[in-house]
């Protein structure tokens, strides 16, 4: 496959890691493609995932370079191992579910602790930040994220639906008391609700739990209000609730992009597809649709 070497500046303004970043010619051409896409477009919808927070150096939450892979709950090539259990004598899926942190909730926590140690620090990367800069420039611009570090919403994402929770928000599992934290830093494990002592939570959705309806009936009535590009950005895609947007717009007409460097579940419904990692691509979309902005 050709492939560009683009060893500029960009990667500096995008803050990726790495020294260069290339593209291959045709995906160089399916940027060309979005921008022809976005130009009259006026609503889109954003679905991103672990591979956008990957680019602000988090870890994954599991898969091939996943927390838990570090465990042995994954092998080295990233293959899940049933029966592999955590330092605990449980599967993960076991440790971080709804009936642990009923029955023991410092085993949950014990994990809670380590999934916000590892993504303490991490800031929006360019990714997040071209989002939140489109929201000020499209009539609405709303984002679906699997991942539950925040960092949308401190780029400045307003309309974000996080499905999977957020872990800097606390509940109580007994009363109405919530609290949002920095980090867990300084945090008495588990930690008790100062009005009544009942065990606090994180929003975040636990293995064995729902997502929150109100959030997907949200996207739901965005979808009727239509989009105009739906962009599938460093997700896997093997949720239902995150594949089942790209397929209904594939259905409906609607344009799909997906941007990963990764082939996943919905790779073959998608109508462009740049095989690149999330920040990089994205600033680059933005760069170049905003050449010689306003356009009249
Ligand atoms: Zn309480």
Redesign the pocket.
Known sequence: MDTIEQADCRIEQADCRGSTFSLSQADERAIDVVIDLLRPARRLLFITGAGLSADSGLPTYRGRDGLYSRDGLFSRDGVYRDGLTTPHGMTIEQALSGPMLASRPEITWHYLRELERSARGGVPNRGHRVIAEMENHFDAVWTVTQNVDGLHSRAGSRQVLDVHGNLHDLL??????KVTVPDYADLALPPL??????I?RPTVVLFGEQVPEEKLARLWYEFGLGFDVVFSVGTSSLFEYIALPVELARALGIATVEINPETTAVTPEVEVKISGGAAPVLDLIWQRYMVGWPWW
């Open positions: 109580c599992t007994q009363c109405d008391y609700c100062p009005r009544c002592q009942g606090l």
